[in-house]
């Protein structure tokens, strides 16, 4: 972080997942599966079950379940109907295999006299007429080709051959055969484009990184819409999304600005088709360099960033720390950490806690830079725009006393001139011995508020929501 004066000297020339000599964000701070009953695939659509297939004949088919009656119970089959168990045919006289009654009246295919005997299998009462298996949807489970007889049915069984809805447990994609699963998108390429900045372009995001400066991240966009981070336009310096080491008092004497080598010079990119990779050059006056890996979560727009802190000095320790600038007007939150903010040598912003939640609205204006320094809880933060596009950034959650010296798991600094806000989030500080890394990982959820839950302080349905999708 920086001085309270070096902020303002900045302006006047910046977590998903915002300053102090010591501490500042940017500034210085089977029924199992599914198949047959459970899953619905069978059960619940009453492929199987439900229209008694297996019961009326398969149930030779599903596994001799009608003497038994524990496959036919099991699916649904012929336990469902029962028909071999009521009638008892093919179990009392084995009829079912004798006489092929249970083809005739599923008896055998339910005493499983077809398939004890393998007359069923014979005369194909479960198999031959294989209804279980032919119409065995129900034969999700493959019941008919667990079975003797029911091989007909197994051979048959498109139940079991589209049961990747029962297999993926989403159930009613059965009826699609493809488990309900989203098809996940489709990368543009190519990433590196003529402005030779990096592009993660798929689904409803657009996510760029400009490698001449510090690999920074200069847009987020999500289904079209508005920029979610700032620009320099906005602020020549604190702009954007970076990463950098904490804490800030390491930097240099003064504690701003960030080592040059980590947050504005050239990396060097890693060639890459389905994800953007950085490295910075080595920061001497710290002894480290940093790398950034953005991947893109084709299946549900989200953006995973990995960071590591190479150390090349010894007696070396660091705390990673992101900060993301976005436009003034919006709401933040976050759950309540154990300690109580602070605002290091700046004034703290008026925010509120309610529904465990620690609540920042963004201030038409201020008058001076604010800053919040606090500890957390589950690990996310989570920011609305004024248009209702959602931020959530998620990463491992620390205890308070993992904490960097003079800094926070979450800090949010408002810029004096009312152009940006910056989100901030820190891992655990740690010793890193020289040639070693420190990883550490964020992912970026973009979402659109839903129309029926509204961005106000307090809100139980927004936390409630919030905590769902990073689910």
């Known amino acids: 972080m920086r001085s309270a004066r070096t902020v303002e000297a900045s302006l006047v020339v910046a977590g998903i997942l915002v300053f102090s000599a010591s501490s500042c964000s940017s500034k210085g701070g089977g029924p199992a599966a599914g198949s047959g009953g459970q899953s619905g695939s069978g059960g619940v659509v009453g492929s199987g079950g439900t229209t008694g297939a297996g019961g009326s004949s398969a149930n030779g088919g599903s596994t001799g379940a009608g003497g038994s009656k524990s496959t036919g119970g099991a699916t649904g089959s012929g336990g469902a109907t029962d028909s071999g168990g009521v009638m008892g045919t093919g179990g009392s006289?084995?009829?079912?295999?004798?006489?092929?009654?249970?083809?005739?009246?599923?008896?055998?295919?339910?005493?499983?006299?077809?398939?004890?005997?393998?007359?069923?299998?014979?005369?194909?009462?479960?198999?031959?007429?294989?209804?279980?298996g032919a119409t065995a949807s129900g034969g999700a489970t493959a019941t008919g080709g667990v079975a003797t007889g029911g091989r007909a049915g197994g051979a048959t069984s498109t139940g079991g051959a589209s049961a990747t809805g029962?297999?993926?447990?989403?159930?009613?994609?059965?009826?699609?055969?493809?488990?309900?699963?989203?098809?996940?998108?489709?990368?543009?390429?190519?990433?590196?484009?003529?402005?030779?900045?990096?592009?993660?372009?798929?689904?409803?995001?657009?996510?760029?990184?400009?490698?001449?400066?510090?690999?920074?991240?200069?847009?987020?966009?999500?289904?079209?819409?508005?920029?979610?981070?700032?620009?320099?336009?906005?602020?020549?310096?604190?702009?954007?999304?970076?990463?950098?080491?904490?804490?800030?008092?390491?930097?240099?004497?003064?504690?701003?600005?960030?080592?040059?080598?980590?947050?504005?010079?050239?990396?060097?990119?890693?060639?890459?088709?389905?994800?953007?990779?950085?490295?910075?050059?080595?920061?001497?006056?710290?002894?480290?360099?940093?790398?950034?890996?953005?991947?893109?979560?084709?299946?549900?727009?989200?953006?995973?960033a990995e960071y590591t802190i190479k150390v090349s000095a010894d007696s070396k320790s660091f705390a990673p720390w992101e900060d993301t600038r976005v436009g003034p007007g919006g709401l933040t939150f976050y759950p309540t950490g154990d300690q109580t903010p602070t605002?290091?040598?700046f004034t703290l912003p008026a925010i509120q806690n309610a529904a465990a939640c620690t609540w920042f609205k963004h201030p038409a204006s201020v008058s001076a830079s604010q800053r919040l320094i606090s500890d957390g809880k589950e690990g996310w933060l989570a920011h609305v725009t004024a248009d209702g596009t959602v931020i959530i950034k998620k990463f491992p959650d620390i205890a308070a006393s993992a904490q960097a010296p003079g800094e926070g798991e979450i800090s949010i600094y408002v810029d004096s001139g009312g152009k940006f806000v910056e989100l901030e989030t820190q891992g655990a500080y740690q010793a890193v011995p020289r040639g070693q890394s420190l990883v550490w990982s964020t992912t970026w959820y973009l979402r659109k508020l839903p129309s029926t839950i509204t961005a106000t302080v307090g809100n139980q349905a927004l936390v409630d929501w919030v905590r769902g999708v990073i689910q």
Do not use: C, H
């Open 343 to 345: 605002s290091g040598s």
């Open 93 to 132: 006289s084995t009829s079912g295999g004798a006489t092929g009654s249970g083809g005739a009246t599923a008896s055998g295919g339910a005493t499983g006299g077809g398939g004890t005997s393998s007359t069923g299998g014979a005369t194909g009462s479960g198999g031959a007429t294989g209804s279980g």
């Open 166 to 304: 029962g297999t993926g447990g989403r159930a009613t994609g059965g009826a699609t055969g493809t488990g309900g699963t989203t098809t996940p998108a489709t990368l543009v390429q190519p990433i590196v484009r003529t402005s030779g900045n990096y592009v993660l372009e798929f689904g409803n995001v657009f996510f760029e990184v400009d490698p001449k400066v510090g690999a920074r991240v200069v847009t987020v966009k999500y289904a079209g819409g508005a920029n979610l981070v700032t620009t320099k336009a906005d602020n020549a310096d604190n702009y954007g999304s970076t990463f950098r080491t904490s804490p800030q008092s390491q930097w240099n004497t003064s504690g701003w600005p960030p080592p040059p080598e980590l947050d504005i010079q050239q990396y060097t990119m890693a060639s890459a088709t389905d994800f953007i990779s950085g490295t910075s050059p080595t920061a001497a006056s710290i002894g480290a360099t940093i790398s950034k890996k953005f991947t893109p979560g084709l299946a549900n727009d989200t953006i995973i």
